[in-house]
């Protein structure tokens, strides 16, 4: 057994191993040869960009995934984890990106399911146990809560619960902070030290580099699924970190080109219905990108939904130059001069079994241009604004003929961009447009959503990421619980949006 | 702009993208196809025949002579325009398991077109019934239809419940309305509507081979493989047609892209209740030239059997309608020739679309997971997140990592 | 007796009831491990063919003579009902065909299957067995049998199955709810991928759910047949199978609604099939086609009424694409 690296760690042998591991899935090599190390009682930062491949290695830990090759040793032993049971069974637990969590369980249901003790249910003893546990680790948690009750900070409490339950020694979280406000993440860490002393090992998947740089002890580099470097937070920086994430230096700016900023384009007043709105106003005005910074939850999707008119509205008015959108059909509004990314590219924006050229089309196949007046569609015009839209807009693709499903991530959301902003709206509304993107293709969305302020136009950005919002709008509001709580410019600190963010400002505008 | 790997060359309209579904679609239904022939052949070895001459006497029987392919045809005939109206609705994402119902309020309301517009000519009746038949599939579909846009109810069962209503309300239309009271006297008449005019039945189509008028093969045949073309033409090459499977496949994306589901449904629907309504034009026009009491049942279900064979494609299904027609035609060869039981050919049929849709399935995974290979070798994937939640494959769902690895302009964060 | 046509109604209810309950039942189980199964007609309809040929069989032909052997009878009902849901099981939770053409192709099948069994149980007839069959000794409910006016004849000659069926309300219960198995089995039809990454596997229990629904919709079908009416008849399942379904819809998937539903159901299908009770309602004038409609007409406008307030397991349609095996 090698022990690495003695200097400031704490040399105690690896808990486990992860060498020389490879995975591949259809047309992608997600993990080539890659060696990880484990130690008890450290927390280990594993970093990389979108498609590194951090969380499928640990997926494979996790027995999720079969390795392709290579082995895994825990505790010195050679292991085969064939399945999430097989990794629990040796103190590895993991709490997905995504919680899987049981809505309509309590609690106590969903941490004792599978571990039940016995053939027939003793919740009330269970729920004891559970109290314990979350004592412990000072977590808050209700036993007998309804998940779909909980706020998704407690939502994460309990999956962590569900692998402490288990006598995990190994803790995997994967992107934990994502979806937590900055109080919830400090919470976070401070049970994570407690873990922490406590002998346990976390491996803390995430790529905001400060966080990792202020929780970690140790951090490993993915890129295109290669480990290319390991350290410590007190050996290098943030903008270490992220050029070798990326290869390259990234020092990365963008021009904000300057544009007089017109008359306002798009006006909302007191926008509410269905629970998550709640008296929404703001304005967008010609040449201006507004952002809307918020954690997840808050009423964005809603917002951009109720702009697009994909909801009903129970207050409030919305107006494009004058028009009134509210109450009317999606075909209605985007005639009038709105263009739609959506936070769901798969749910909202492609038709993944239908073609790329089927693609192209939607929304527009109701257009002289590319069909008959009795229906017949136009499909050589159709596959010219397709092949027209896939050259500008450099989506790689070996043909317009497949079917979306086969286009990657970045791949699909600028084929969206390129029929979207085709139209030339007036108003573009991106909701999180760049989620799930490498860096090649965040530079690319950014640099069309900076054209389209160039030419004049309106973008309402909506994002849950500050560095999106900061490096793009023009003004920035915060939404919280369905309303506006703040308004700042882009000088504006970033403590004192993430406060708007958590509603403790009342419209200030700086 | 994008500052990432050379531009690879412009879009080719590839020959391959329509060409190698069609193939895996094709292996599927012959590998199902060997599938349900290797079960039976064990049967008739369990009944001490030999598969050899079971199966060829079954294709003899439908093959062999003219007379064979007449009765084939015959039988193929209602079933194309019942697996047509399914594979309509499930281009749009619904069952009509309905098409059962919709025949017999058709028939109903194209005898009552035959008795009461009797006295127009032929060459305007005919036509005249057919719409009147195709009307009253419409109004039935349109029923369930209706109640799924307005309040979410699910077609299967309003379909299904409406079946048995409509049995009930043709057994009324034959006991009422309808009742054929002008026996000669003497004589003791099945419970049946009038005979319908001279002029008003569709001719027979067989006499032109020197197939047997028995096989009642009509030109009702050439009015399905046409209305097979029509659908294709539908459902690939019009607005309606994209509207639809947009909204089967995709709601949410077709919703965001301006269609309305409500109203794309429901005119599916009703497309494919006129389809149904033609599934029983056959047996009152061509055969018996009346209701009878004891119709044909039973078209609309063999008719979902028989989308599934035909991958709910148009041109398929006129294939698998001929298909179900020679195996059903081989019936009789049974009968007569055989110790095996002619409820064999039944079990065949069953095996065969259970294991139809089962090759299927795995075809469409392996091709999409082949597609997915070829993207990711043309590099064209280099930019996927890894797989998502619990393993499903690049391409199909992202995994939402953010990646802002980078600073904005002005150092900001603390 | 002036209540002795309601009371026959309600009597025959009871009969319909415990065919849609215990169907009903079979589809609660499938639906909550997340498989939905539209099949269930047609795996009554094997449990009619078998359940009819297992009672004759069991009894006189291997002589158990009674109360074994038309009990036996209707058990074989429930095991062909339960191998036939194998197939669905298989087609939907191994190769993940879409739940509802799976149903479809099941019901297809069963027909001729039904036919080709019969072929083979009865002598050649393919399309009926004869009538006579032995069933369970009809019995009555002490107490509430000799009510007054004529109402005591609902609770007379019942067959013991239609008691049964009503308790089986209390194990369903203590199953779903009081036991591990229930916990994972109704974690596999809300959340299947939570299930899996505990390790308990989705595959094992949605083959148990989907079993359990032939188990169940054959035993119904059985009583059908060998208990109910004596004989077996292709289509005697009458669309049941479908009503069952829609009861458990708007029951909210929980087997004490569906308690009532079931019941509901079964009532309307008991007024066509007793013309004196159409008398006594004024509706004589009415012809009886339209009175069969009653049934069929019901569940339509429950289904359509109720469809938006009811809360199916969330992830019951949707295909498991887990990988990993058991």
Redesign the interface.
Same mark, same amino acid.
């Given at each position: 057994m090698n022990e690495r690296d003695g200097a400031g760690g704490n040399g105690s042998p690896p808990l486990a191993e992860l060498d020389q591991i490879t995975k591949r899935?259809?047309?992608?090599l997600?993990n080539d040869e890659v060696s990880l190390e484990l130690r008890p009682g450290e927390v280990h930062a594993l970093i990389g960009?979108?498609?590194?491949?951090?969380?499928?290695l640990m997926r494979v830990l996790y027995?999720?995934?079969p390795a392709d090759g290579g082995t895994i040793r825990v505790r010195g032993d050679e292991v085969k984890i064939?399945?999430?049971?097989d990794a629990?069974a040796l103190g590895i637990g993991?709490v997905?990106?995504?919680f899987? *969590?049981?809505?309509?369980?309590t609690v106590t249901?969903?941490i004792?399911?599978?571990?039940?003790g016995?053939?027939?249910?003793d919740i009330d003893e269970a729920g004891k146990k559970v109290a314990e546990l979350a004592d412990q680790y000072g977590f808050r948690v209700n036993p007998s809560a309804r998940v779909e009750d909980l706020s998704v900070g407690e939502e994460q409490r309990v999956e962590i619960l569900?692998a402490l339950y288990r006598g995990v020694e190994i803790l995997i979280l994967d992107?934990p902070t994502?979806v937590l406000t900055p109080a919830e993440t400090k919470d976070l860490f401070g049970n994570l030290r407690k873990l922490r002393e406590a002998g346990r090992t976390i491996v803390f998947i995430s790529?905001?580099?400060?966080e990792v740089l202020e929780i970690a002890d140790r951090i490993t580099v993915l890129r295109r699924g290669r480990v290319v470097g390991e350290t410590r937070p007190a050996e290098t920086s943030?903008?270490k970190l992220?050029e070798m994430?990326?290869g390259r230096p990234? $020092?990365?700016?963008?021009e904000k080109p300057q544009v007089k900023i017109g008359e306002p384009v798009l006006r909302v007043q007191d926008l509410s219905g269905e629970g998550k709105l709640n008296g929404v106003s703001l304005q967008v005005r010609a040449g201006e990108i507004l952002g809307v910074a918020g954690v997840e939850g808050n009423g964005q999707r809603e917002l951009a939904e109720a702009l697009?008119g994909?909801r009903k509205l129970e207050g409030g008015t919305i107006e494009l130059e004058g028009e009134n959108l509210a109450g009317r059909?999606?075909?209605e509004i985007?005639n009038i001069g709105v263009g739609?990314i959506?936070e769901?590219?798969?749910?909202?924006?492609?038709? $993944?079994?239908?073609?790329?050229w089927?693609n192209s089309v939607?929304?527009r196949?109701?257009d002289p241009e590319f069909?008959t007046r009795f229906?017949? *569609?136009l499909?050589r015009k159709i596959?010219e604004l397709?092949?027209r839209l896939?050259?500008l807009f450099?989506v790689?693709?070996?043909?317009?003929?497949?079917?979306a499903?086969? $286009?990657?991530?970045?791949?699909?959301q600028k084929l969206i961009l390129a029929r979207e902003l085709e139209t030339d709206p007036k108003l573009l509304i991106a909701a999180?447009p760049?989620?799930?993107?490498?860096?090649?293709?965040?530079?690319?969305v950014w640099?069309q959503i900076l054209e389209q302020k160039a030419a004049g136009r309106a973008v309402l950005l909506i994002s849950?990421?500050l560095?999106?919002i900061?490096?793009l709008s023009d003004r920035i509001v915060t939404l919280y619980e369905g309303t506006i709580t703040g308004e700042f410019s882009p000088d504006a600190?970033?403590e004192q949006v993430g406060l708007g963010m958590l509603g403790r400002v009342k419209k200030e505008v700086a | 702009m994008s500052g990432g790997v050379a531009v690879t060359d412009p879009p080719v309209t590839a020959r391959a993208s329509w060409f190698e579904p069609l193939v895996g679609q094709l292996l599927a239904l012959l590998a199902s196809l060997a599938i349900a022939v290797v079960f039976g052949s064990a049967l008739i070895v369990a009944y001490g025949e030999s598969p050899i001459e079971v199966y060829s006497s079954i294709l003899d029987a439908s093959l062999g002579k003219a007379d064979g392919i007449g009765y084939v045809l015959a039988i193929a005939t209602p079933l194309i325009f019942s697996a047509l109206a399914v594979a309509v609705c499930f281009k749009a994402g619904m069952f009509n398991i309905g098409v059962e119902g919709q025949y017999l309020v058709a028939m109903v309301t194209a005898a009552w077109a035959e008795i009461e517009l009797g006295f127009l000519p032929g060459p305007i009746l005919v036509p005249t019934v057919l719409i009147a038949a195709m009307l009253g599939g419409m109004v039935w579909a349109a029923i369930p239809a209706i109640l799924k846009v307005k309040t979410g109810a699910h077609e299967v069962v309003t379909t299904i419940m409406l079946n048995g209503i409509a049995v009930s309300l043709l057994a009324w239309a034959i006991n009422f309305p309808l009742k054929f009271t002008d026996a000669p006297p003497g004589q003791n008449v099945d419970l049946r509507t009038d005979p319908f005019p001279e002029q008003g039945l569709v001719g027979d189509l067989g006499k032109m081979f020197g197939i047997t008028p028995g096989a009642h093969l009509s030109w009702l045949l050439f009015l399905a493989i046409g209305a097979a073309g029509i659908v294709w033409f539908l459902i690939r090459r019009t607005r309606l047609g994209y509207d639809a499977r947009a909204v089967g496949t995709s709601p949410g994306s077709a919703k965001a892209g301006g269609v309305s589901i409500g109203a794309t449904q429901l005119k599916l629907f009703l497309i494919s209740g006129a389809l149904a309504g033609l599934v029983g034009m056959q047996q009152i026009l061509a055969d018996r030239g009346h209701l009878p009491q004891n119709y044909i049942v039973a078209l609309g279900f063999t008719g979902i059997a028989v989308a599934f064979l035909g991958q709910n494609n148009a041109i398929g299904i006129v294939f698998a309608a001929i298909l179900w027609g020679i195996l059903s035609r081989g019936e009789v060869a049974l009968q007569i020739q055989s110790e095996v039981p002619r409820e064999f050919i039944i079990i065949l049929q069953g095996i065969l679309i259970l294991s139809v849709v089962i090759t299927y399935q795995i075809a469409k995974r392996r091709l999409a997971a082949r597609q997915l290979q070829r993207a990711g070798e043309a590099g064209a994937l280099e930019d996927s997140a890894g797989p998502g939640d619990a393993g499903s494959p690049p391409g199909s769902e992202p995994e939402p990592e953010g990646s802002k690895a980078f600073q904005p302009a002005d150092e900001r964060e603390g | 007796m002036p209540f002795t046509d309601i009371a026959v109604a309600v009597q025959i209810s009871f009969t319909y009831f415990t065919i849609i309950y215990l169907t009903g039942l079979g589809g609660l189980f499938s639906e909550r491990s997340g498989i939905v199964n539209i099949g269930l007609e047609g795996l009554m309809i094997i449990g009619t063919v078998t359940g009819a040929f297992g009672a004759r069989f069991f009894t006189d032909t291997m002589e158990l003579g009674q109360p074994w052997g038309p009990v036996v009878g209707l058990l074989f009902g429930a095991l062909c009902g339960a191998l036939f849901a194998g197939v669905h099981a298989l087609a939907t939770v191994s190769f993940r065909v879409d739940h509802i053409v799976s149903g479809v192709v099941i019901n297809l099948v069963a027909v001729g299957l039904a036919r080709f069994l019969s072929s083979a149980f009865f002598d050649g007839q393919s399309t009926q067995s004869d009538p006579g069959g032995p069933h369970l000794a009809r019995l009555d409910i002490p107490g509430l049998a000799s009510l007054p006016s004529g109402l005591g004849r609902a609770f007379q000659g019942l067959s013991p199955v239609v008691l049964i069926a009503a308790l089986m309300v209390i194990p369903v219960w203590f199953a779903l709810n009081r036991l591990r198995w229930g916990l994972r089995l109704r974690s596999c039809g809300e959340n299947p991928e939570a299930t899996r990454s505990l390790g308990v596997s989705v595959t094992l229990y949605r083959y148990q759910g989907v079993m359990l629904s032939g188990a169940f919709a054959g035993m119904s079908g059985a009583f059908l047949a060998a208990e109910h009416i004596g004989n077996w008849r292709e289509g005697q399942t009458l669309g049941l199978g479908f009503i069952s379904l829609a009861a458990l819809i708007i029951s909210n998937w929980s087997p004490i609604r569906l308690m009532f539903f079931a019941w509901l159901f079964g009532f309307a299908f008991g007024i066509p099939l007793r013309p004196g009770l159409t008398d006594i309602w004024a509706i004589r004038d009415v012809p009886e086609q339209f009175i069969r409609m009653i049934p069929y007409v019901v569940t339509i406008v429950a289904i359509a009424g109720f469809v938006g307030r009811v809360r199916p397991p969330a992830a019951a349609g949707r295909a498991y694409e887990g990988g990993g095996g058991p």
């Open positions: 899935f259809p047309g992608i997600a960009e979108n498609g590194a491949g951090k969380s499928t027995g999720i995934y064939a399945s999430p049971r629990i993991m997905h990106q995504h899987v *969590l049981v809505d309509p369980f249901e969903n004792i399911l599978g571990e039940e016995g053939p027939v249910l569900k992107e994502a790529h905001k580099l400060d943030k903008a992220a994430m990326v990234v $020092l990365f700016r963008l697009i994909l059909t999606v075909e985007r739609y959506p769901d590219r798969h749910g909202q924006g492609l038709v $993944l079994d239908m073609t790329l089927e939607l929304g196949q109701d069909s229906g017949v *569609l499909i596959k397709a092949a896939v050259k450099d790689r693709t070996r043909s317009i003929d497949v079917n499903s086969t $286009l990657s991530g970045g791949n699909q999180q760049t989620r799930g993107l490498d860096v090649g293709a965040i530079e690319f640099t849950a990421e560095d999106e900061y490096a600190a970033p | - | -």
